[in-house]
């Protein structure tokens, strides 16, 4: 079994999330799949934590769990001390709201909407917003924000995605393959927009990926494999993105 804590950057601080013995089992008996086994593991505000691990490792579903998409099989999942994995589903909608940013491969865009409006959709609902346009500026789209998704590149439509899911402010921003769908020199502007949001606005951030070129610009990098986290690493400083080796 792995505990993460021990040699976290953050370790004078109360970690925002705190997961042990996780698992996570889809089926029954001889069909069933054990997508995460025993997970141990502490995040901490405003860190950078890359989760790398071949494809079927459990990093989604990890995810999912942190985002409150999903709920774990069994094992302790807690956030700030609520414990997420008893929470019901008006708690774990609420939760979803007022705290977590999602970032996914596919942008998710509404193709009748513009930039400005697409962000719009949660500002609306959100308890503390941005504004659309400050949010679109962060990730350097403001000449963009009246364009449709038709109109914009594969790059900054995944901006508009970050922009959409920084803008309710959120403690924490979970970003599964963000890069995934992009070229070399796009996913560098995606993940330079994900690195100035961590670094400016303090939240949490975590990405999944399989491409370990990534892991250079994180606070830690924590691998995943047949649902088990079996190793960490801590950087001893975070690259800029574009000093990434690809």
Known sequence: MCVVAADSPS???????????LTKTYGDGEAAVHALVGVDLDLFPGELVVLLGASGSGKS???????????????KLNYRGWSLDEADQEGL?????????????????????????????????AADPM???????????????????????GGEQQRVAIARAIAKRPEVLLCDEPTGALDIHTGITVLDAVQRINRELGTLT???????????MSDRVLTLSDGRLVGQKKNPQRLAVQELQW
């Open 11 to 21: 370790s004078a601080q109360d970690p925002l999330f705190v997961v042990r013995g």
């Open 61 to 75: 579903t990890l995810l999912n769990n942190l985002g409150g998409l999903d709920t774990p099989t069994s094992g």
């Open 93 to 125: 909608t609420r939760y979803r709201r007022d705290v977590v940013g999602f970032v996914f491969q596919f942008y998710n865009l509404i193709p009748s909407l513009t930039a400005r409006e697409n962000v719009a959709l949660i500002t609306e609902v």
């Open 131 to 153: 504004s659309p346009d400050d949010a679109l500026a962060l990730v350097g789209l403001t000449d963009r924000r009246n364009h449709f998704p038709a109109q914009l590149s």
């Open 206 to 216: 975590v990405i999944i990926t399989h491409n370990a070129a990534i892991a250079a």
